[in-house]
């Protein structure tokens, strides 16, 4: 048994997101996200689920809190809905809605917790997406002017802010692949995302500074570890363009370094330019406090030169979760060990990192081995990682509650705490009871 500790200070955190757990999709006069409207379209989403209710967290947000204090979390990420504080995206502000997140940030710091808000969590209000959604310039434009609503509103008390959760996410699987909402497939109209998107997080930033507010911010996006499947010189290639169709392409113009060659080009031989107007790439490059960092799996990448991008994934070779990801406990230490040299060093947030994993009750107990596995490997991983350098200031384990996984519904059980969704009980699970055990300690035992 080998006991890997963390920098003194690290902090220890779990994450969720406002349409995945709050529930009250139609209450205190929120207005309609492109979530409320997918769900109810026939065969978007498994067992036609929906997160009207969820983990009805908006009416249960003190007990949750409370029971984050008991697991000892010290920093807490949620999300703030959008059409929650502004229904029609723009305009009207609902006072219902930014006073919800003024009890949250007043409970969760009366708990000794730190609220860390990400500002989009995937759940743009309706009225905005009638209007084009990301494929809009004008979203990115109304997305500063709410940013700039929430800095003015709980800025005072909130230290630490994400702008955007995983812009590649909102961009390829809602208007590429579009698997999740608004489910649009379209290689133009995401071009367009992609870059509106970018500007909209860069024009944020720059209202965070305007607004003088002290603290950080950043943007996380969702990574996966890439790693060649053969030695040949053909696959290395392969493995670079793979990183600049994902990482480099949300990392890249953060860091003042503009968008991929490569990517910029696949667009365009496809009728799809980004829309770049003067001074975008200036706002997207706005300087940020840290980059957050999601992370579940690797990928082994091979050429295929059949397809268009020059690459495809080769088949897993890993045991696989339940969501068919390969369990691979070296990718998180993998990937912070790669974005941290591609980026000269920044400070790291691991934003999101779990597992999910279907164990259940027995006699009032849910023995979730699998997933404390897999974390323990996680965070061994990224101990290393520290260890040779990088610069990582805390982890959220995602998620704190079991919760509506998207187009899988509830069916897939990311939680350290099982959420029963007939009675609303929390159980924490034995995972729970692992992750209070390494924050005690501030690190893992192997
Ligand atoms: O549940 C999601 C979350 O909303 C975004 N990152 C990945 C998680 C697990 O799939």
Known sequence: MAFVSFPDGFEWGAATAAYQIEGAAYEDGKGLSIWDVFCRQPGRVQG????????????????????????????????????????????????????????????????????????????????????????????????????????????????????HNEPIVTSMAGYRTGVLAPGIRDLAITARAVHHLLLSHGLAVRAFRAAGRAGEIGLTNANTSYEPADERPETAAALELARDFDTRLFHDPIYGRGYPTSVLRYYESKGAPF??????????????????????????????????VGFDMAEPTLPLTDMGYEAAPHALGDFVDFVSAEYGQPTIYVTENGVADDSAPVAGRVDDQPRIRLLRGFLAGLAGAIERGADVRGYYVWSLLDNFEWAYGYSKRFGIVWTDYQTQARIPKESARFYSEVIRSNGVVL
Request: glycine share 8%; charged share 25%.
């Open 275 to 308: 829309p770049i107007e003067a001074d975008d790439l200036d706002a997207i490059a706005a300087p940020t406090d840290f980059l957050g960092v999601n992370l579940y799996t690797r990928r082994r990448v091979l050429p295929d030169a059949s397809r268009s």
């Open 48 to 163: 036609g689920d929906s997160g009207d209710v969820a983990c009805d967290h908006y009416h249960r947000f003190r007990d949750d809190v409370a029971l984050m204090a008991e697991l000892g979390l010290q920093a807490y990420r949620f999300s703030i809905s959008w059409p929650r504080v502004i229904p029609f995206g723009a305009g009207e502000v609902n006072e219902s809605g930014l006073a919800f997140y003024d009890r949250l940030v007043d409970e969760l710091l009366a708990a000794g917790i730190r609220p860390t808000p990400t500002l989009y969590h995937w759940d743009l209000p309706q009225a905005l997406q009638d209007r084009g959604g990301w494929a809009d310039r004008d979203t990115a434009l109304r997305f500063a002017d709410y940013a700039a609503l929430i800095f003015d509103r709980i800025g005072d008390r909130v230290t630490r802010w994400i702008t």
